[in-house]
């Protein structure tokens, strides 16, 4: 329902969701009042807006609440100053909900959520309606409170919705839970209950059979299923083999061949699922198929950059966790021809997961990264060859002589960029243009 906010809102941090709650309060008829503890970057501000940049205490204002950035720590001086200052403090999700009228889907989990977010806007797209996509992927949430939308579709991170009161969503999914972001949230525990908030008041919950970590401790609304085995209900989602032709099923309804989906891997045969879970609630299943089958993917989420003298080379930088990992090795055969590059900052992760999908699939390891040596460790362990190096292009140097025909060079880290980039999009490009150098190199 919308609701006005107040004339004077607090923008307590100005990164890419500060900016945005800054153009809506504007927009809506308020003044901005940008708080931050960096330096004023080179962007426009709103007209009229209030600045205190480079604050270490908060500043001696008048305002009723103030929209909180995800990216700014719950223990930081501005977070500890508007309490005692008694401000309220919201999060661009809170104000995103009083405002928009459309029915919404939330989408988060530790794997695959920008994926299933993407292509269930593109399923919704391709039948006509109008979905627009983003929150913690592409445009924030409060640019796209702005415009009109059948369904808004929204990619939530953990921090969002630790920041967020409970929201109707027509339709919310936890895809899965893995080891992430545990030098922010302490333990698991308490970052799969940061994911959970996100079912508790929505209509539909989409659960992963397969994760038990998926199911919500407490819900309201009706639960929808999806994984790799037939499907339990009339509207739960899954694979049934029908002369050994692999097919989604919902219920008992044939929709498409897994070798008809538009993307590779084991992984997005569950994204796809997913996706068709959530879809399924909007659209037709004849719809559905269609949008399976004409997704083009993302960039960095296990993207073919390159086939050279029979070695494939893809991108899988926005792997920037365990499980990521372990999702892209998991379409590989076990025949030792995968040359992993991965490295970076763990957050604090356990390396150890990642042994299983290693075992019989990887020929070298090359390690780069903060937590570079950890991956020497963990190859030791498992006797195989590894090779430490310090930048991305010497990475690529290394796996193309180690390479063979046959084999598959993945860039898939399991760990954060931060630590050598300024994130996992510019490592993704960097080592898009060291593969296609090197074949440029060869051809001349």
Request: with cysteine; hydrophobic share 45%.
């Amino acid at each position: 329902m919308m609701n006005a906010i107040p004339q004077k809102t607090a923008v307590v941090g100005f990164g890419v969701t500060g900016q945005a709650a800054a153009r809506f309060v504007s927009a809506t008829g308020g003044t901005p009042v940008i708080i931050d503890t960096r330096p004023q970057p080179q962007v426009e501000l709103p007209a009229g807006a209030q600045c205190f940049f480079e604050q270490r205490s908060w500043p001696d204002i008048q305002v009723a609440e103030g929209i909180l950035s995800p990216g700014l720590s719950l223990d930081s001086c501005l977070v500890r100053g508007a309490r005692a200052a008694g401000v309220k403090l919201i999060s661009d999700i809170d104000v995103f909900f009083r405002h928009v009228e459309a029915p919404v889907v939330g989408i988060t989990g530790t794997n695959g959520k920008s994926t299933v977010t993407s292509w269930v806007a593109h399923c919704l797209g391709r039948a006509g309606l109008n979905a627009p996509a983003g929150a913690n992927l592409g445009e924030a949430s409060l640019d796209l409170a702005l415009q009109a939308a059948d369904v808004y579709v929204l990619e939530l991170s953990s921090f969002q919705l630790e920041r967020s009161q409970h929201h109707n969503f027509r339709v919310a999914t936890v895809l899965n839970v893995s080891s992430d972001h545990l030098d922010q949230h302490g333990d698991m525990a308490a970052y799969a209950a940061a994911k959970q908030r996100i079912t508790r008041a929505a209509e539909i919950v989409v659960v992963n059979r397969d994760d038990a970590a998926s199911a919500p401790p407490e819900h309201s609304g009706r639960l929808v299923s999806f994984g790799t085995q037939p499907p339990v209900g009339d509207d739960d989602w899954g694979i049934v083999v029908d002369d050994d032709i692999r097919y989604l099923y919902r219920g008992a309804e044939r929709v498409l061949a897994v070798s008809d989906l538009s993307l590779s891997g084991e992984h997005n045969v569950d994204n796809a699922l997913a996706t068709a879970a959530i879809a399924s609630q909007f659209i037709s299943l004849e719809l559905i198929a269609l949008g399976l089958n004409s997704f083009s993917g993302l960039p960095h989420r296990f993207e073919q950059v390159a086939t050279h003298a029979g070695v494939t080379y893809i991108n899988d930088s926005k792997a920037t966790n365990v499980g990521a990992t372990v999702a892209a090795l998991s379409g590989f055969e076990r025949d030792g021809r995968v040359i992993l590059l991965a490295g970076g900052d763990a957050k604090g992760a356990d390396l150890g997961e990642l042994q299983d999908a290693l075992r019989g699939r990887i020929k070298c390891i090359v390690a780069l990264g903060k937590d570079a040596p950890a991956f020497v460790q963990l190859a030791a362990d498992l006797g195989l060859p590894c090779e430490r190096v310090d930048s991305l292009q010497q990475a690529v140097a290394r796996a193309v002589n180690t390479a063979t025909e046959g084999d598959t060079v993945l860039l898939s880290p399991a760990c954060a960029s931060l630590d050598m980039f300024a994130n996992y999009m510019q490592r993704g490009l960097e080592f898009r243009d060291a593969v296609l150098a090197h074949i440029e190199g060869e051809r001349l």
